[in-house]
């Protein structure tokens, strides 16, 4: 059973989560080389190899999820939906583009303004929910701590600093301009970079508190705070949709899923190949980038092959944002530390308020991991 938890932490979440990806994309378009090539070795021993086996049941729950959703509106047992959403996210990757994959998945992804909606149906008690959105409830106990540090690993997740940095470096290949013309960035390009990461990062942290938000006035209100099933999930929007429900859910599942799994295992494989200094992007074709593939095609593999061992997909996501949550602070303060460098950043540094809200960010991740660890 998971201790009850209020909306309050998205405001921290989204501070920070803001900064820290400014931070990523600030010192890949200034640089435009990769995260990986600047933290490579220390980062692909101390985070990205053990980042890459902890992203395996996060990559899990996402083939898990849309197979248990859709079993909600078919009936067809989820042991049968996992491998066909494997192969036919395999078979996306080696006969699409990821770019292609993100313009037609990223519609079913709106299916999630549905809880902002199911909220104004679910009888929430608004000036309680305002009052501990900016007021924090906090408890010192391992469970309440564990649960602040799975919402921050999941919002701050290691995997989105090479996401981002590598997509940065994608736009300036795509655009035709080689390794020579993207050194250095104007300001333009940086107001773009960081117009682009706080409105995707707000849009997130928007839904994120709407999700918590018509959960606990759902779910929570009612005494279920145990959710172990797509099913009991899918309740949360029951107020909005009646019976219906379930497609919704499956439907956001579905956009959001597909997009998880190929930012998870693409994360994955940008990290790996720059720290050992591969060759390899999304944008390359499998026959000229076969190990960057290959790492994909093998977490992919491995993902499948937890969900076929049984484990609670609920469980592994949670405790799978846990561990992102332990390892992400020890590569935030590897990229403060680079772009708060002259030599790596040129006149493009931190400027004093990203570099103290990196800081915070830091810091507050930190003492969340020390005190789970500590707390009884």
Same mark, same amino acid.
């Given at each position: 059973?998971?201790?009850?938890?209020?909306?309050?932490? $998205?405001?921290?979440?989204?501070?920070?989560?803001?900064?820290?990806?400014?931070?990523?994309?600030?010192?890949?378009?200034?640089? #435009?080389?990769?995260?990986?090539? *600047?933290?490579?070795?220390?980062?692909?021993?101390?985070?990205?190899?053990?980042?890459? &086996?902890?992203?395996?049941?996060?990559?899990?729950?996402?083939?898990?999820?849309?197979?248990?959703?859709?079993?909600? #509106?078919?009936?067809? &047992?989820?042991?049968?939906?996992?491998?066909?959403?494997?192969?036919?996210?395999?078979?996306?990757?080696?006969?699409?583009?990821?770019?292609?994959?993100?313009?037609?998945?990223?519609?079913?992804?709106?299916?999630?303004? =549905?809880?902002?909606?199911?909220?104004? %149906?679910?009888?929430?008690?608004?000036?309680?929910?305002?009052?501990?959105?900016?007021?924090?409830?906090?408890?010192?106990?391992?469970?309440?701590?564990?649960?602040?540090?799975? #919402?921050?690993?999941?919002?701050?997740?290691? %995997?989105?600093?090479?996401?981002?940095?590598?997509?940065?470096?994608?736009?300036?290949?795509?655009?035709?301009? $080689?390794?020579?013309?993207?050194?250095?960035?104007?300001?333009?390009?940086?107001?773009?970079?960081?117009?682009?990461?706080?409105?995707?990062?707000?849009?997130?942290? *928007?839904?994120?508190?709407?999700?918590?938000?018509?959960?606990?006035?759902?779910? @929570?209100?009612?005494?279920?705070?145990?959710?172990?099933? =797509?099913?009991?999930?899918?309740?949360?929007? &029951?107020?909005?949709?009646?019976?219906? =429900? %379930?497609?919704?859910?499956?439907?956001?599942? #579905?956009?959001?899923?597909?997009?998880?799994?190929?930012?998870?295992?693409?994360?994955?494989?940008?990290? +790996?190949?720059?720290?050992?200094?591969?060759?390899?992007?999304?944008?390359?074709?499998?026959?000229?980038?076969?190990?960057?593939?290959?790492?994909?095609?093998?977490?992919?593999?491995?993902?499948?092959?937890? @969900?076929? +061992?049984?484990?609670?997909?609920?469980?592994?996501?949670?405790?799978?944002?846990?561990?992102?949550?332990?390892?992400?602070?020890?590569?935030?303060?590897? +990229?403060?530390?680079? $772009?708060?460098?002259?030599?790596?950043?040129?006149?493009?540094?931190?400027?004093?308020?990203?570099? %103290?809200?990196?800081?915070?960010?830091?810091?507050?991740?930190?003492?969340?991991?020390?005190?789970?660890?500590?707390?009884?």
């Amino acid at each position: 059973m998971l201790p009850r938890h209020h909306p309050s932490a $998205t405001k921290q979440n989204e501070v920070d989560f803001v900064a820290s990806s400014v931070i990523a994309a600030a010192i890949t378009v200034a640089s #435009i080389t990769p995260i990986g090539k *600047f933290t490579a070795p220390v980062s692909y021993e101390l985070v990205e190899h053990p980042w890459c &086996r902890a992203s395996l049941p996060t990559d899990m729950i996402h083939l898990g999820g849309m197979a248990e959703a859709t079993q909600l #509106i078919t009936g067809i &047992r989820s042991l049968i939906w996992i491998p066909f959403y494997a192969l036919f996210i395999i078979g996306l990757l080696l006969w699409t583009s990821y770019k292609l994959i993100a313009k037609i998945f990223k519609w079913l992804t709106l299916v999630l303004f =549905a809880y902002v909606l199911a909220s104004f %149906y679910a009888h929430v008690d608004w000036r309680h929910a305002l009052a501990v959105t900016f007021v924090p409830h906090l408890e010192w106990s391992r469970g309440f701590l564990a649960v602040l540090v799975a #919402i921050l690993g999941t919002t701050i997740s290691p %995997y989105l600093f090479f996401w981002q940095a590598a997509q940065e470096v994608e736009e300036e290949r795509a655009n035709g301009r $080689t390794l020579a013309q993207s050194k250095g960035a104007t300001t333009g390009e940086l107001r773009t970079a960081r117009a682009d990461t706080i409105a995707g990062m707000l849009f997130s942290n *928007f839904i994120m508190y709407f999700i918590i938000l018509t959960t606990a006035a759902t779910l @929570n209100a009612h005494g279920q705070t145990n959710i172990a099933t =797509a099913r009991q999930a899918a309740e949360a929007l &029951r107020p909005l949709a009646g019976d219906g =429900a %379930y497609l919704l859910f499956t439907l956001g599942l #579905i956009g959001t899923g597909i997009l998880g799994v190929l930012v998870l295992v693409g994360s994955c494989a940008y990290a +790996v190949a720059e720290g050992a200094a591969w060759r390899g992007s999304m944008a390359d074709k499998p026959r000229s980038a076969r190990k960057f593939y290959a790492v994909m095609a093998v977490a992919m593999a491995l993902g499948f092959a937890l @969900n076929c +061992v049984g484990f609670n997909a609920v469980k592994m996501l949670f405790w799978s944002a846990v561990i992102n949550g332990l390892l992400a602070p020890p590569l935030i303060l590897l +990229v403060i530390l680079l $772009t708060s460098s002259q030599r790596v950043m040129g006149k493009r540094m931190n400027s004093p308020l990203l570099r %103290y809200l990196g800081w915070a960010t830091f810091v507050v991740m930190t003492a969340a991991a020390v005190g789970m660890l500590i707390a009884s």
